[in-house]
């Protein structure tokens, strides 16, 4: 039950000066004096609890940021040291016979899809080369292929990307994006493919788009472009999901990070504290508005009266 901060109404001030010019500020400043006489102490502790929950509540709030920066840059999983490999070999990886027969057959296919796509991406470049013409490429084919090994290089220096990364939640965001541009640059190449090659779509006609030779060899160029960026993204996809695979079974590569606990654990902690000063302010706030409401209250019932009076002394 809320306390009672009601003050008892003092009805002779107020008839004491219902015939006063300033008897309205009198009345109001008198009241006001005394409510605080017999609960301005108990105002003034409130406004301070107010304050000091205000306070813990804030640095709880600090606290809590500062635990959740550091949890997102705490990683789940740690890599070991060479050497720690090294003393673990012999109870690391699982050997390739031992695996299940959906991850084998999946790392087969995946290995052998990106070989021959990256095979093929580099062999059309190559062939784009040598159509061109360019005595330097006629007389050296070579070279041609050389500039077509690109394409194999760029697919698994994207993948490497990954490595780089220290996050498990950097590695995921990379190989979505990985996965996003392939299939979009993948579509792409369809669409291209289906207005280039009529005769394999039937029900497409957009003739009136490429009437002239100068269309017809921007739209070449573009598909190239773009089937050259969907081979190595699909490819640098596939050798993503092979290194998945395979890490998987590298029991002494990767092993719990011992600070995520603790950073997790950090972080539910400042969360129940938040919580709970929230709550401690609330409480106090609230006090402070009941006192401030009762104040108000009593000083308004004191100018009701002194009005009263002033309408009974007119009529």
């Known amino acids: 039950m809320s306390k009672d901060f009601s003050v008892d109404p003092?009805?002779?001030?107020?008839?004491q000066l219902r015939n006063h010019s300033e008897g309205k500020q009198a009345v109001e400043t008198h009241a006001q004096n005394k409510w605080d006489?017999?609960?301005?102490?108990?105002?003034?502790?409130?406004?301070?609890e107010e304050e000091q929950?205000?306070?813990?509540?804030?640095?709880?709030?600090?606290?809590?940021r500062r635990a959740q920066k550091v949890l997102e840059g705490t990683d789940r999983y740690a890599s070991k040291s060479k050497i720690t490999e090294q003393e673990n070999a012999s109870e690391g990886d699982v050997s390739f016979s031992e695996w299940s027969v959906f991850d084998r057959i999946t790392l087969l296919v995946a290995l052998c899809s990106s070989g021959v796509l990256l095979a093929l991406g580099a062999t059309n470049v190559a062939t784009v080369i040598l159509a061109s013409g360019i005595p330097v490429f006629l007389d050296q084919p070579i070279l041609?292929?050389?500039?077509?090994?690109?394409?194999?290089?760029?697919?698994?220096?994207?993948k490497s990307g990954s490595n780089l990364l220290q996050l498990d939640k950097s590695?995921?965001?990379?190989?979505?994006?990985?996965?996003?541009?392939?299939?979009?640059?993948?579509?792409?190449w369809v669409v291209l493919f289906s207005?280039?090659?009529?005769?394999?779509?039937?029900?497409?006609?957009?003739?009136?788009?490429?009437?002239?030779?100068?269309?017809?060899?921007?739209?070449?160029a573009l598909r190239n472009t773009v089937q050259i960026l969907a081979e190595v993204l699909i490819g640098a996809a596939l050798f993503l999901v092979v290194d998945k695979i395979i890490a998987s079974y590298r029991v002494g590569y990767?092993?719990?990070?011992?600070?995520?606990?603790?950073?997790e654990k950090d972080v539910h902690l400042w969360e129940a504290r938040v919580a709970a000063a929230r709550e401690v302010f609330n409480e106090a706030h609230g006090k402070v508005s009941r006192l401030s409401a009762a104040r108000a209250a009593y000083v308004s019932e004191a100018l009701a009266d002194w009005l009263?009076?002033?309408?009974?002394?007119?009529?």
């Open 37 to 48: 006489a017999q609960h301005g102490h108990e105002y003034s502790r409130a406004k301070k």
């Open 53 to 64: 929950a205000q306070f813990d509540l804030d640095e709880c709030d600090r606290q809590l």
């Open 10 to 15: 003092d009805l002779n001030f107020a008839r």
């Open 144 to 158: 041609a292929w050389l500039l077509a090994g690109l394409v194999p290089a760029a697919a698994i220096a994207l």
């Open 195 to 220: 207005v280039s090659f009529e005769g394999a779509t039937p029900d497409i006609n957009l003739d009136a788009l490429f009437e002239d030779s100068d269309s017809g060899h921007d739209l070449t």
């Open 254 to 263: 990767r092993q719990a990070n011992e600070a995520y606990p603790e950073a």
């Open 171 to 188: 590695r995921r965001n990379f190989s979505v994006t990985i996965f996003a541009l392939a299939c979009i640059t993948a579509v792409i």
């Open 308 to 315: 009263s009076q002033q309408s009974g002394k007119r009529s």
